[in-house]
């Protein structure tokens, strides 16, 4: 018995549903490969009538998932898949990061994708997670791939995630989320660190990183490999002045570190040693 064509439509849904999310780029050089023809051309004559059928939905224009027309109870899709799909370069940061490399210590829905101006994007909603651009200028240093179902998402690595989350603890709920994460966070080492720190350049970020650093090396098993020396590398880009670690705000005095901490830090570390 013959075997039956497949219709494109029929393609174009299949192809959407291995991709679980399919982003314009990919459905570009689908169209291109199969047709001969452009994104355009596709939505008009195939998306849109499977978005009529209630077969695939539109997350925002140029990003689309395939329903399970089969279940009842639909699963959304996954959340860092869809923060992949956003632009074609990318890495998942902050407290995403923390998600990915599974030390995060609390839940967050928002979820934050580190762009150049180029890429930046307005801030929008699906379901329950709330997809936000951060700019950076580099989007190649201390950059790994992670395993999301068949998928693989960029996310920075233990090294960048620790000196980012560090210098913007607001992307990361707050100092106490961040210090509890970075302390079983597995994988920072002192050369990706300076890779990043160096990135950045900046006098107060060596003395923050160093601080914490110390400190998980004091309090922490995952840090144990950490040594002395590689403390003295980051003290010595971090100059003769002094810092806060929140702006403005005044308390303790960390000598080596030449960094005022609010008064009561240290107490976020009590529950880790």
């Known amino acids: 018995m013959k075997k039956k064509k497949l219709t494109i439509l029929e393609r ?13 780029k990919e459905l570009e050089e689908f169209a291109e490969k199969e047709l001969g023809k452009d994104y355009d051309y596709l939505y008009r004559k195939f998306i849109y009538n499977l ?13 689309y998932y395939a329903r399970n027309i089969f279940s009842e109870e639909e699963t959304p899709p996954d959340k860092y898949l869809i923060a992949s799909k956003i632009r074609p370069s990318y890495y ?61 998402v960029m996310t920075s690595s233990p090294s960048r995630t620790f000196v980012e989350c560090v210098q ?26 300076l890779l990043v720190l160096d990135l950045y350049g900046k006098r107060s970020l060596y ?26 590398r980051i003290h010595e880009r971090t100059g003769n002045g002094r810092s806060y670690l ?5 308390g303790e005095f960390v000598k080596r570190w030449n960094l005022c901490i609010p008064r009561g830090f240290r107490d976020l570390f009590l529950g880790v040693r």
């Not at 490399?101 to 929008?124: E, H, M, T, W």
Request: hydrophobic share 35%; net charge positive; proline share 3%.
């Open 207 to 232: 003395r923050s990183v160093g601080f914490f650093l110390e400190e998980l090396k004091n309090g922490s098993p995952y840090y144990s490999h950490i040594e002395d020396r590689d403390l003295k």
């Open 51 to 63: 978005i009529g059928q209630g077969k695939v939905e539109r997350i925002r224009n140029g990003i």
């Open 92 to 152: 998942l940061g902050y407290h995403t990061a923390l998600e990915l490399l599974g030390c995060a210590q609390s839940v967050d829905n928002n979820c934050y994708i580190c762009v150049d101006l180029k890429g930046r994007f307005k801030p929008f909603a699906y379901g329950n997670a709330r997809f936000i651009p951060s700019i950076v200028n580099d989007l190649t240093t201390e950059i790994v791939q992670r395993k999301v179902g068949s998928s693989e």
């Open 12 to 24: 174009t849904h299949i192809f959407i549903s291995r991709k679980k999310v399919a982003s314009k």
């Open 246 to 250: 929140v702006k403005g705000i005044k």
């Open 168 to 193: 913007r603890p607001d992307l990361c709920i707050g100092y106490e989320e961040v210090y509890k994460s970075l302390e079983s966070m597995v994988g920072v080492n002192i050369d990706g660190l």
